[in-house]
């Protein structure tokens, strides 16, 4: 295919008939069904289960401990009682540790890439591209757990100094979500972990075998009992107990604005620290001096990258009067060459959407861009079973449509057209959302004004694509605060103390 998404295969390409087999056997030999506690791999009290599926046939992956309260406070007491010793011990000491959780991540690369596309649906290369992308923060914080660099400053008299220190918040709980279920963990596990706080993972309820997968590794590195804890079921009660307990001092949330927000809300009563990194809506935008074969590249990566349900996918795509029809031909031509298909088979480039809801929720926006009068230029034919939703490229389509302001998180383009510079940043910037923005130019002076314009924490400058472990990502406006990836992702799991100190 022309969209360079599944270019450049990585190592260990696998027979894909044998690929889900291979998760299956992760599953079982890992024992995958319970969940992490206290070092102990453990079924629900109430023993019952939920139902883990495979998203391109439906088909029944695995039943996982489906917990509640009790096991959540459990999860807790484990991370409080070990995080005294953890946070004491040496950083170089966490660092040795988290670099063999990294090293154990390489080893079994091929079999969690598997895992990851048996229950989320990518195709195995981009599978294998997220098991490197958790290798990287893995390795980034294997670094940097060493580097909590406090400092001094002079004192406000002669006979005084301050030193400023670098401590551990406490326990942390990790809310993450289906879309990238490996790397999520590990991009906020791995920074917890190496600031010396303790954790309790809760895994989305469609992905958790990929955070089971985590902690199987994290007990096989060493981490000693109760750092590392994965709790898995009914995310209401379990998020309840995580943000009423006082023993918990920091929220790190990855998923949707409303639960976001009333996340925020649950955590103000014990003030917790929070780290949100919530929905996006990223504006793609491409300037009439744009090298048009580079911007339809890049839009087409931005936007199909894991079936487009990525919070940087590419929304809305703005595309200047002059260059506008060239493009839209281009990456209408790209979108019908795009393969759908069950992510093991070789050549599938778009996967499932995760669930019926997903499917259901794209319908509503799809028929709502319909009905406003929408042109739609269809994709690819799709598999009649499994969670598949056509490529579709929109034109044509006005401002108000609902998937303006909604993220539409499927394989659906709308292409929207504009003639100023003024209009495209007013355009890119009324909506909500402010996580990632995109803009393809080659006028140096242009960029920079665009770039300082967007209301957006990242801003792929004539690249699709925008992900580095060393980077501060994340969000502002209502894509939420904080930011995960290089010291700033430390400083999170950090709280600062100062020592006024008289020399007396
Ligand atoms: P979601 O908000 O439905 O779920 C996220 C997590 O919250 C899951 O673990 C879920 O079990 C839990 N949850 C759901 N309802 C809850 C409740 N009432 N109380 C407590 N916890 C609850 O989001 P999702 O559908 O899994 O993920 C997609 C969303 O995540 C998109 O909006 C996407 O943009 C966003 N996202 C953001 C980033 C980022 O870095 N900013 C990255 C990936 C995804």
């Known amino acids: 295919s022309s969209t360079g998404l599944n270019s450049a295969p990585v190592r260990g390409n696998a027979p894909h008939l044998s690929g889900l087999d291979r998760a299956r056997a992760l599953i079982r030999d890992w024992g995958l069904g319970r969940a992490y506690i206290n070092g102990e791999w453990r079924r629900a009290d109430s023993g019952e289960t939920i139902e883990v599926f495979d998203p391109a046939t439906g088909k029944l992956l695995a039943d996982v401990a489906f917990m509640r309260t009790s096991e959540a406070r459990r999860a807790i007491d484990a991370a409080a009682s070990a995080f005294p010793a953890w946070a004491a011990e040496l950083a170089k000491s966490r660092a040795t540790i988290l670099r063999r959780w990294r090293g154990l991540m390489e080893e079994y690369l091929e079999d969690l890439a598997c895992l990851i596309t048996a229950e989320q649906g990518k195709p195995l290369d981009q599978a294998r591209r997220e098991v490197i992308g958790a290798i990287a923060y893995a390795e980034w914080y294997g670094e940097e757990a060493r580097r909590a660099y406090g400092q001094t400053m002079p004192g406000n008299q002669p006979d005084r100094r301050v030193v400023i220190q670098k401590q551990p918040v406490g326990v942390v709980a990790a809310i993450t979500p289906w879309n990238f279920p490996l790397t999520m963990v590990v991009r906020k596990c791995a920074p917890a972990l190496a600031a010396g706080c303790s954790v309790v ?51 790190s ?13 649950q955590c103000a009563d014990t003030v917790k620290k929070t780290a949100m990194e919530l929905g996006g809506n990223a504006p793609f935008i491409v300037m009439d001096d744009a090298d048009l074969d580079d911007a339809v ?20 795509i703005f595309v200047q009067n002059g260059i506008y029809d060239a493009f839209v031909e281009k990456f209408i031509a790209a979108t019908r060459d795009m393969r759908v298909g069950n992510g093991f088979e070789d050549g599938s480039e778009i996967g499932p959407l995760i669930n019926s809801r997903a499917v259901a929720k794209v319908e509503r926006l799809l028929n709502d861009a319909r009905k406003r009068g929408g042109v739609f230029h269809d994709g690819a034919d799709i598999p009649a079973q499994g969670y598949f939703v056509r490529p579709t490229v929109i034109t044509d389509l006005p401002l108000d449509a609902d998937c303006f302001e909604e993220e539409l998180f499927a394989p659906v383009a709308p292409i929207y057209r504009f003639e100023t510079e003024a209009e495209a940043i007013a355009l890119a910037n009324s909506v909500k959302g402010g996580l990632s923005s995109y803009l393809y130019s080659r006028d140096i002076g242009r960029i920079h004004r665009i770039a300082e314009a967007l209301q957006t924490g990242v801003v792929g400058i004539n690249d699709g694509t925008t992900s580095h472990e060393g980077a501060p990502f994340g969000g502002v406006k209502e894509s939420g605060h904080g930011r995960e990836g290089g010291h700033w992702g430390l400083d999170e799991y950090l709280e600062v103390k100062y020592l006024n100190i008289a020399l007396t």
């Open 201 to 251: 993972v809760k895994p989305a309820e469609d992905t958790p075998l990929c955070a089971l997968a985590v902690a199987k590794l994290a007990e096989m590195a060493g981490f000693p009992a109760g750092v590392f804890n994965v709790v898995t079921g009914n995310p209401i009660p379990i998020a309840q107990a995580l943000t009423d307990d006082f023993r918990v001092r920091m929220l």
């Open 253 to 265: 949330f990855t998923g949707s604005t409303a639960v976001g927000k009333r996340l925020i809300v």
């Open 297 to 316: 590249a890049g839009a087409m990566i931005s936007k199909y990258r894991n079936s487009g349900q990525t919070c940087v996918c590419a929304n809305r």
